[in-house]
């Protein structure tokens, strides 16, 4: 079927600790070749980095501020060591922007990193904030302070800190009974709100065992906005997510529990929405849904 279509199978990565060996087929001449995957140490599933062996998700850093030719980096990638003599005397937002954008997160396994991009970025946005159209492209090249390029330094720094991670890709343990629950996590503050989502399994020791599937997170607008109302947008992020996952995932959910850390927010989503303005309403509606 998939031949038909083009697409050719080279090889099977198979994930644990045993001795992936396979023989193959050679498409050109026809004889049978020998494969050991142990070799390949990273594969790829999706654009995220997975360690077969593990059965794990991590993430590896790559940091160049070197000129492309042809859409390649052309000198090497800058250790932790070297950030201080490598980046740049005049950095500019569009040369941290291409850094940033090289961590891929769909899942948002990592949002303590992401979100610190996204808050240095806005603040780099409000410092070359400006009405002239006939210079909006060209600020993304301008030199940034001081004081903001001593910043992105300290944050490329703890950058490399997202290479200790690693996230299961199985959401199931081996151990697991029952079904699980879906446990849901939001809050908010002035910078930001997010949420977060994991299953929880009992396991057969009587024990339990709890595995992150998703975080989300949205900077705080630049209009100032109360702590209980972005704590309750983080709440609205938490239903949009529960919905999804309910959806999508194939796993019967014993509960689903919601937390948030805010009185405020809970007697807002439990309250009906006739009581409250606009805002408040629209988004306490939408929990209760």
Same mark, same amino acid.
């Given at each position: 079927?998939?031949?038909?279509?083009?697409?050719?199978?080279?090889?099977?990565?198979?994930?644990?600790?045993?001795?992936?060996?396979?023989?193959?087929? &050679?498409?050109?001449?026809?004889? &049978?070749?020998?494969?050991?995957?142990?070799?390949?140490?990273? *594969?790829?599933?999706?654009?995220?980095?997975?360690?077969?062996?593990?059965?794990?998700?991590?993430?590896?850093?790559?940091?160049? %501020?070197?000129?492309?030719?042809? !859409?390649?980096?052309?000198?090497?990638?800058?250790?932790?060591?070297?950030?201080?003599?490598?980046?740049?005397?005049? +950095?500019?937002?569009?040369?941290?922007?291409?850094?940033?954008?090289?961590?891929?997160?769909?899942?948002?396994?990592?949002?303590?990193?992401?979100?610190?991009?996204?808050?240095?970025?806005?603040?780099?946005?409000? *410092?070359?904030?400006?009405?002239?159209?006939?210079?909006?492209?060209?600020?993304?090249?301008?030199?940034?302070?001081?004081?903001?390029?001593?910043?992105?330094?300290?944050? %490329?720094?703890?950058?490399?800190?997202?290479?200790?991670?690693?996230?299961?890709?199985?959401?199931?343990?081996?151990?697991?009974?029952?079904?699980?629950?879906?446990?849901? %996590? &939001?809050?908010?503050?002035?910078?930001?709100?997010?949420?977060?989502?994991?299953?929880?399994?009992?396991?057969?020791?009587?024990?339990?065992?709890?595995? +992150?599937?998703?975080?989300?997170?949205?900077?705080?607008?630049?209009?100032?906005?109360?702590?209980?109302?972005?704590?309750?947008?983080?709440?609205?992020?938490?239903?949009?997510?529960?919905?999804?996952?309910?959806?999508?995932?194939?796993?019967? %959910?014993?509960?689903?529990?919601?937390?948030?850390?805010?009185?405020?927010?809970?007697?807002?989503?439990?309250?009906?929405?006739?009581?409250?303005?606009?805002?408040?309403?629209?988004?306490? &509606?939408? !929990?209760?849904?």
């Amino acid at each position: 079927m998939l031949a038909c279509g083009g697409f050719r199978i080279k090889h099977w990565i198979i994930s644990g600790n045993e001795k992936c060996g396979s023989t193959l087929q &050679s498409q050109d001449s026809g004889e &049978s070749v020998e494969v050991d995957l142990d070799e390949f140490a990273h *594969e790829k599933i999706l654009g995220m980095r997975w360690d077969p062996k593990q059965d794990l998700f991590d993430f590896k850093v790559k940091i160049n %501020f070197s000129p492309k030719y042809k !859409n390649v980096r052309k000198g090497e990638n800058i250790t932790k060591s070297q950030i201080e003599s490598s980046v740049p005397t005049s +950095l500019t937002p569009r040369m941290v922007l291409s850094q940033v954008a090289s961590v891929y997160d769909p899942l948002g396994l990592a949002p303590p990193y992401t979100l610190a991009a996204k808050v240095l970025m806005r603040k780099l946005c409000i *410092e070359n904030n400006t009405n002239d159209k006939t210079i909006v492209n060209s600020r993304w090249d301008y030199a940034m302070s001081v004081e903001s390029r001593l910043e992105w330094m300290d944050f %490329f720094k703890e950058l490399f800190d997202i290479e200790q991670l690693k996230f299961h890709r199985c959401l199931k343990p081996d151990n697991a009974v029952g079904d699980p629950m879906l446990v849901i %996590f &939001s809050d908010g503050s002035k910078l930001a709100y997010g949420t977060c989502a994991y299953v929880r399994w009992g396991t057969a020791h009587g024990g339990f065992e709890s595995r +992150l599937v998703i975080a989300k997170n949205r900077i705080a607008p630049t209009k100032q906005m109360s702590v209980p109302r972005l704590e309750l947008c983080g709440a609205v992020l938490a239903a949009r997510i529960r919905q999804k996952l309910v959806e999508e995932m194939d796993y019967k %959910f014993s509960r689903v529990i919601h937390i948030v850390d805010s009185m405020i927010v809970r007697a807002q989503i439990q309250r009906e929405s006739y009581g409250f303005g606009t805002f408040v309403a629209t988004k306490g &509606s939408r !929990n209760s849904k």
